[in-house]
């Protein structure tokens, strides 16, 4: 292993995100402690697995980190947001894209990741969404709520 500087670079992580309304609540999950937003509040979801493609991977993501299946419907948006992350391996900035979908959850009860990259999901009121911590990707998808219901 080298002592070598890590040289500056670029990397773009591209993910699924689930939009998940019912009635006057949305579906959250909260980051883990250990992650640079931990605490903070974000769509369910992640990153895509080589060749997987983005509904397959929402779906297993939406399992891993709330215990829910869903229906995956059509693409509600594309989140684009570009990051300084610090120097890693793969680079110090870091673009990331998420296809979100509109997701009919099916019935079932909510279980927390372990030892995940989130942990705790909740169905959170509308309301009080935006009082919480969040993402910019779950400003988002808050705001394409907003814009649907105008």
Do not use: K, Q
């Not at 991977?57 to 709330?66: D, G, V």
């Amino acid at each position: 292993m080298s002592d070598a500087p890590v040289s500056p670079g670029r990397l773009t992580r591209v993910a699924a995100h689930a939009l998940c309304v019912e009635g006057d609540r949305v579906l959250l999950v909260r980051l883990s402690s250990g992650l640079a937003d931990g605490g903070r509040w974000t769509l369910p979801g992640g990153g895509l697995e080589w060749g997987e493609h983005p509904a397959e991977a929402l779906r297993r993501e939406l399992y891993e980190e709330t215990g829910l299946s869903g229906d995956v419907g059509e693409i509600a948006g594309v989140f684009s947001d570009t990051f300084r992350v610090g120097p890693t391996r793969e680079g110090d900035e870091l673009h990331f894209l998420s296809v979100v979908y509109e997701v009919r959850p099916a019935l079932g009860d909510l279980v927390h990741e372990a030892d995940g990259s989130t942990d705790l999901a909740a169905w959170i009121l509308l309301a009080d969404a935006l009082g919480l911590p969040l993402v910019p990707l779950a400003h988002y998808g808050l705001d394409l709520i907003g814009s649907r219901s105008r």
